[in-house]
């Protein structure tokens, strides 16, 4: 494959018809008066406020609040509806990403609270029962990270993603152990190579529209490519989104484990980008918002961790909605079977969702305590 951009227009930025002339959107306007589904953007976005941000570009990226909103503007049903191009998108346009941070981290104070990061997993006070473990089919935990001296990738270009994976290529060169692996470029991988990560389920295509609406996939898919532990318990995706997604996975449910070779693939990666550019930091972070990302909902620790767990009898009582329902009061989610908007067949995703202002380890318990409720709910439903 040539390193020729898709041709396919899904890919392209298209920018709403009043944001690309840098006007205020009548969309939101109308969104608000139809009561119909409004994303945090839009319920905290004003014309005011856009009066007064609308001809501001930040330093690093030239990134502009009608970037910032294009797509909760673009798409209505977007939960949070807003994306960051650079470190500073978060304080000079604190008018929209306050309200919508603290809206979706609920009970984080930007103006008190600091973010404090803890991987030890000594500290994960409860297990997981037998009978939740009986049911796990496989366990997931991914973060988000960021390289401190690049802009976001919704406010990068294809010059500083192809200088992100020229780093990353030399960084898995260091990599040992059960870290150790391959570096495959989506532009330069063989047929077989691609064939293999999809039927494995490795492989990400960046068909997320919402992320499209961003800019996150221009010149798809140049510059992006996916890192595979010879194990194939630890990958690393890198310029889907953020510049990095650190995944540790395996199949069963060893939380503990899957959480140690995280926070050991975290360090490894750090250092070995410390040494290799002699920069320090490495991970785009500050003290409130713990680490940057594109996306306001994935700052903190921008930690997902995840099991797919069977459960064919609750499922059949009260379906997807029902399940979420309960997860949520154990600061989790529920997810279908295939992740995030994807169909319920006989199986759950569980994950946190709580992300700011808590410390990893709690939200490896979080995820913890609600696969243990699920799992003897499921228990204490009659057989047929």
Known sequence: MSDKPNPDPFFDLIMDEDLAKNQWPAKIDQFKKDETHVSLMAQAMTREKFEILKNHKTKTAGWTIARAMNTGTCYPSSSVGCHAGDHESYTDFAKLFKSVIESYHKGYNLDKDKHVTDFEVTKISVDLSEQARSKIISTRIRVARNLDFFPLNPGGTQQSRLDIIK????????????????????TTMTPEQNRRLVDGHFLFKGKDKMQAASGHHERWPIDRGIYLSETKEFILWIN???????????????VKHVFERLGRGITAIENGLKKITGKDPVFMSDDTLGMI??????????????????????????????IDKIARESYCQARGSGGEHSEVIDRVDISNWRRLGFKEYELIEDMINCVNVLALMENDIPSR
């Open 240 to 254: 889907e989104g953020d510049h990095l997604r650190i995944i540790s996975m395996e199949q069963g449910g060893d």
């Open 293 to 322: 990302t594109c996306c306001p909902s994935n700052l903190g620790t921008a930690l997902r961790a995840s099991v797919h767990i069977c459960l064919p009898k609750l499922i059949a009582k009260m379906g997807l909605e029902g």
């Open 167 to 186: 780093l990353i290529e030399e960084l898995a060169l260091t990599l040992e152990g059960d870290l150790k692996g391959e570096l495959f470029r989506h």
